[in-house]
């Protein structure tokens, strides 16, 4: 098994930043990936960003050039650094952790950006 810990969400006015982390312990497998989804009111969840232990990041094409994905392996730590926030932002956002047994999730922070 594998947990997650997040933290960072919160209240922000748009053009704002955010930063969220999220720290996973557990049966951790040496190659995964980690990233953020998102999911907000009446919507599917989404991918955010992602990146693998090797480096390599993937985002979606609404928050590129204004969000960056980072990890630190030591720690099993990612984060997702927001800027230029968005109204449209707005959501709650899950941590993901991917390895060879399956996918884990965070119990979610919510991020809220008022215009």
């Known amino acids: 098994q594998v947990q997650l810990v997040e933290s960072g969400g919160g209240l922000v006015q748009a053009g704002g930043s955010l930063r969220l982390s999220c720290a996973a312990s557990g049966s951790i497998f040496v190659i995964n990936a980690m990233g953020w989804y998102r999911q907000a009111p009446g919507k599917e969840r989404e991918l955010v960003a992602r990146?693998?232990?090797?480096?390599?990041?993937d985002y979606a094409d609404s928050v590129k050039g204004r969000f960056t994905i980072s990890r630190a392996n030591a720690r099993n730590t990612v984060y997702l650094q927001m800027n230029s926030l968005k109204s449209e932002d707005t959501a709650v956002y899950y941590c993901?952790?991917?390895?060879?047994?399956?996918?884990?999730w965070g119990q979610g922070t919510q991020v809220t950006v008022s215009s």
């Open positions: 993901n952790y991917r390895q060879y047994n399956g996918d884990y």
């Open positions: 990146i693998t232990t090797g480096g390599s990041t």
